[in-house]
């Protein structure tokens, strides 16, 4: 066969067969016009050369698993050099995991500094009314309202960040983003609707993020890529909470819960306008991977979360 049609049955280009060639790890006969010749071994061959590569293994380096072939074994990796050799690529992956885990460490580290770096701190006697909380606050019920949401699509909707950028749900990525979802942060010097502690799960959304930024490195050391907080306030609101509690994170704005309405999310009504109820979303490849409902206590939620991804490590 010609060299086009052994690099469109092998899912490679040609200029990647003549690479091959190069090297010497396939060798076609010539025809007596000068042609290549190539064979269904040879089609073999090319197609475990990609298939090691995919794996991590530089072509270079693919030979003894061809010539492992070669000594009439079965597959690629029944001879000794073989296994040799995906050791020895195992063993430079592992010291690039590490070195790369290094780095992030360090990265998450500066990123967390540099958030409250420039924070500012409010005076004693404003948010402290909004961390602490009172004692005898009800307890959401589990109505099942989110129970149809793990395995559910992630909707195609971008959200405007307190980073001037919108997110994409359902473009999010392979590695877990976590998002927790709450009615409405309280502002010092600002009264919150009336009745909010008596409403089951309204109160603590401060605590909540506060928990959020305490243990935001940990969660991205658990395997968390992303932490983003929820809520129907502006984008303009939730940047001066970002700036007044030291957020190393984006706030997510949805003032027309169209988050809400695509999922069927549970809100609820308080003085006069709808409110997300309490959740945590834990999106991944698109999808909702798990749902934490009811929420509470919400000063607690942030290592209930950290707990669960620990446990269920990707």
Not at 123 to 138: C, H, I, Q, R, S
Not at 183 to 203: M, Q, V
């Given at each position: 066969m010609m060299i086009g049609e052994l690099a469109r049955r092998s899912g490679v280009t040609t200029k990647a067969v003549r690479y091959y060639e190069s090297l010497g790890l396939i060798t076609p006969r010539r025809l007596g016009n000068g042609y290549r010749d190539y064979t269904e071994d040879d089609v073999r061959l090319v197609r475990e050369i990609k298939a090691l590569h995919r794996m991590g293994i530089p072509v270079e380096r693919t030979r003894p698993f061809l010539e492992c072939l070669a000594a009439g074994r079965a597959h690629i990796d029944d001879c000794p050099a073989s296994l040799a050799g995906y050791r020895e690529v195992i063993d430079e992956l592992t010291e690039r995991i590490e070195a790369l885990t290094a780095r992030r460490s360090t990265l998450i580290t500066n990123l967390r500094a540099a958030a409250h770096r420039?924070?500012?701190?409010?005076?004693?006697?404003?948010?402290?009314?909004?961390?602490?909380?009172?004692?005898?606050?009800?307890?959401?019920?589990?109505?099942?309202?989110t129970a149809h949401l793990p395995g559910t699509k992630a909707p195609r909707i971008t959200l405007p960040s307190t980073a001037g950028k919108g997110v994409r749900l359902d473009a999010l990525g392979?590695?877990?983003?976590?998002?927790?979802?709450?009615?409405?942060?309280?502002?010092?010097?600002?009264?919150?609707?009336?009745?909010?502690?008596?409403?089951?799960?309204?109160?603590?959304?401060?605590?909540?993020?506060?928990?959020?930024?305490?243990?935001?490195?940990?969660?991205?050391?658990?395997?968390?890529?992303?932490?983003?907080?929820?809520?129907?306030?502006?984008t303009e609101y939730q940047n001066e909470v970002v700036e007044r509690l030291g957020l190393p994170f984006d706030m997510l704005s949805d003032p027309a819960l169209t988050l809400a309405d695509t999922l069927g999310l549970p809100t609820f009504e308080a003085a006069g306008a709808r409110l997300f109820k309490r959740m945590t979303l834990v999106l991944r490849d698109g999808a909702i991977e798990h749902a934490f409902y009811p929420v509470f206590p919400p000063d607690e939620h942030a290592a209930e979360v950290l707990a669960w991804l620990r446990e269920n490590p990707l």
């Open positions: 420039g924070s500012t701190v409010a005076p004693a006697g404003t948010d402290e009314d909004y961390l602490t909380l009172p004692a005898d606050l009800p307890a959401p019920e589990d109505d099942g309202a392979a590695r877990r983003t976590v998002i927790y979802v709450y009615p409405l942060t309280g502002r010092p010097g600002t009264d919150l609707p009336e009745g909010w502690n008596s409403i089951p799960g309204a109160r603590g959304c401060t605590p909540e993020t506060c928990g959020f930024r305490d243990h935001f490195q940990d969660l991205l050391e658990a395997g968390a890529g992303r932490v983003h907080g929820l809520s129907s306030q502006d």
